[in-house]
């Protein structure tokens, strides 16, 4: 499978937790790393976290110390680790290479995450 594949989202209310995970076949990253992104309503897909093949990790300011991106090398697996989530409405979590837009793979489905009061 060329497309990774995203589960674990859902509707939470403000404040909560949630944990993301996305599959895809071994080695499909490859040097590139791997990422997290999403995609609000009527907005661009912006990037949400990424775990470089050097173990360095960045995320973006929004979600900096809420959000943690980690990754399980033996399963091929991706977690995003999403706590204090914000009331900010429904997104769509995508995971993919985290090289920038030359490099992506197939989008896979994606995972919703709404976001409550």
């Known amino acids: 499978q060329v497309q990774p594949v995203e589960s674990g989202g859902a509707l939470v209310q403000a404040g909560g937790s949630l944990r993301l995970s996305c599959v895809a076949s071994r080695g499909i990253f490859g040097p590139y790393g791997m990422a997290w992104y999403r995609q609000g309503l009527g907005a661009q897909r912006e990037l949400v976290a990424r775990?470089?093949?050097?173990?360095?990790?960045n995320h973006n300011e929004s979600v900096e110390g809420r959000f943690t991106i980690s990754k399980d090398s033996g399963k091929g697996t991706v977690i995003l680790e999403m706590s204090r989530v914000r009331a900010e409405g429904r997104a769509v979590y995508y995971c993919?290479?985290?090289?920038?837009?030359?490099?992506?793979?197939?989008w896979g489905q994606g995972n919703q995450v709404t976001g409550c009061s």
């Open positions: 775990f470089a093949n050097t173990g360095v990790t």
């Open positions: 993919n290479r985290g090289a920038g837009a030359s490099t992506f793979i197939p």
